[in-house]
T-cell receptor, first 115, second 115 residues
Framework: DGGITQSPKYLFRKEGQNVTLSCEQNLNHDAMYWYRQDPGQGLRLIYYSQIVNDFQKGDIAEGYSVSREKKESFPLTVTSAQKNPTAFYLC??????????????FGPGTRLTVL | SQKIEQNSEALNIQEGKTATLTCNYTNYSPAYLQWYRQDPGRGPVFLLLIRENEKEKRKERLKVTFDTTLKQSLFHITASQPADSATYLCALKPHLYNQGGKLIFGQGTELSVKP
């Protein structure tokens, strides 16, 4: 089955710890994205990547880091510098279509709670 | 300032009626607009895409319109069913963002269909 997976589903972190959220896709999509969703708010873009070994900051990149060493993988690290990390994190991917991109396919999400 | 806004209040309708959700934007020049469905605790699922030069798109019981003069998209679900209950997100692809498939999401409107 083709799809996009995220792990873990739930993650608890103590203050001051870094944590890494996993995102894997087997759709052969070129672009991958990380979003954060807070209650009552829409999705806010953290980082995105169009090709391997390249990524760009989104609107709320401070306190986060990413890597894109393989086309199918785009892990997100939430560092201790992120002041309010408790949120629902969503990973997505999309296929290039000419100069544009098709719709985004989302993973099931990771709910991160800071204790 | 640039904004994309959806009705923040939940929409409650009776089964069989038509649900109409609104997405308004300001200070964007959109290449296209997408609609997604999100169920609680899950990732969004793509429904429809409408381009700037299109007035209307249909898919089964779904219809989306796009008025670039009013800077508004309307999303309709005809013959609504309780299974249509979810949060619906609109997402805009600005012309200016030519890196990847970067989207700007609205905050979503929660739809509840009562039997």
């Amino acid at each position: 089955d083709g799809g996009i997976t995220q792990s873990p589903k739930y993650l608890f972190r103590k203050e001051g710890q870094n944590v890494t959220l996993s995102c894997e896709q087997n759709l052969n999509h070129d672009a991958m994205y990380w979003y954060r969703q807070d209650p009552g708010q829409g999705l806010r873009l953290i980082y995105y990547s169009q090709i391997v070994n390249d990524f760009q900051k989104g609107d709320i990149a401070e306190g986060y880091s990413v890597s894109r060493e393989k086309k199918e993988s785009f892990p997100l690290t939430v560092t201790s510098a992120q002041k309010n990390p408790t949120a629902f994190y969503l990973c997505a991917s999309s296929m290039r279509a000419g100069l544009s991109y098709n719709e985004q396919f989302f993973g099931p999400g990771t709910r991160l709670t800071v204790l | 300032s640039q904004k994309i806004e959806q009705n923040s209040e939940a929409l409650n309708i009776q089964e069989g009626k038509t649900a109409t959700l609104t997405c308004n934007y300001t200070n964007y020049s959109p290449a296209y607009l997408q609609w997604y469905r999100q169920d609680p605790g899950r990732g969004p699922v793509f429904l429809l895409l409408i381009r700037e030069n299109e007035k209307e798109k249909r898919k089964e019981r779904l219809k989306v319109t796009f008025d670039t003069t009013l800077k508004q998209s309307l999303f309709h679900i005809t013959a609504s069913q309780p299974a249509d209950s979810a949060t619906y997100l609109c997402a805009l692809k600005p012309h200016l963002y030519n890196q990847g498939g970067k989207l700007i999401f609205g905050q979503g409107t929660e739809l509840s269909v009562k039997p």
